[in-house]
């Protein structure tokens, strides 16, 4: 079945850029939407945003002007950059396959595939 | 964006007690509302989907139900392994949005 691993540095200095990239085995990238969300140290989940297979992206507002998730088919993976970073970014990192299925407006999505997450900090 | 609220935020129970967690959105979703459990150092598991389809492989004791803006994540006899956070997420809109989540404790 389809399996999802994250991967990229486990600490990031402030300001920098944060480079995240989740590998998908098992199937194929194409024909998904492909999402990143995150979880703060006993926090909640908050949705980074997503990208098609063909690369139309959408991103969270809160986070739109430092995010850049980008696809490579070739490889099946994709990945999540995060500009600017400070301590508030530091949480487990998700990525997750969205799976649609038909319904009366549009498709509904949900997230069945999920990586097991990988911990960023952020910290000089 | 579209606001999700959760109550109550954690609650106690016994095993094969009846569970019912809501979920409001800000603005009406038809049924595009999803549920997830988070168990500690997890990942999230997509439960229903479509605010009362039950994803594959889920146990029936699960059950889903409301639309437009008011939403239940029902859990008929609670069972040991059902002690964790649950999440409702609106898929309506892509800027998708989570409510802070619901802990189910062991009372």
């Known amino acids: 079945q389809v399996q999802l691993q994250e991967s990229g540095p486990g600490l990031v200095k402030p300001s920098e850029t944060l480079s995240l990239t989740c590998t998908v085995s098992?199937?194929?990238?194409?024909?998904?939407?492909w999402s990143w969300i995150r979880q703060p140290p006993g926090k909640g989940l908050e949705w980074i945003g997503n990208?098609?297979?063909?690369?139309?992206?959408n991103y969270n507002p809160s986070l739109k002007s430092r995010v850049t998730i980008s696809v490579d088919t070739s490889k099946n993976q994709f990945s999540l950059k995060l500009s600017s970073v400070t301590a508030a970014d530091t949480a487990v990192y998700y990525c997750?396959?969205?799976?649609?299925?038909?319904?009366?407006?549009?498709?509904?999505?949900?997230?069945?595939?999920w990586g097991q997450g990988t911990t960023v900090t952020v910290s000089s | 964006d579209i606001q999700m609220t959760q109550s109550p935020s954690s609650l106690s129970a016994s095993v094969g007690d009846r569970v019912t967690i809501t979920c409001r959105a800000s603005?009406?979703?038809?049924?595009?509302l999803n549920w997830y459990q988070q168990k500690p150092g997890n990942a999230p598991k997509l439960l229903i989907y479509?605010?009362?389809s039950l994803q594959g492989g889920v146990p029936s004791r699960f059950s889903g139900s409301g639309s437009g803006t008011d939403f239940t994540l029902t859990i008929s006899s609670l069972q040991p392994e059902d002690f964790a956070t649950y999440y409702c997420?609106?898929?309506?809109?892509?800027?998708?949005?989570f409510g802070q989540g619901t802990k189910v404790e062991i009372k």
């Open positions: 997750a396959r969205e799976t649609p299925a038909a319904g009366t407006l549009h498709y509904y999505y949900g997230m069945d595939v």
């Open positions: 990208i098609y297979y063909s690369g139309s992206t």
């Open positions: 603005q009406s979703i038809s049924s595009y």
């Open positions: 997420q609106q898929s309506y809109s892509m800027s998708w949005t």
């Open positions: 098992g199937g194929s990238i194409s024909s998904y939407y």
């Open positions: 479509a605010a009362s």
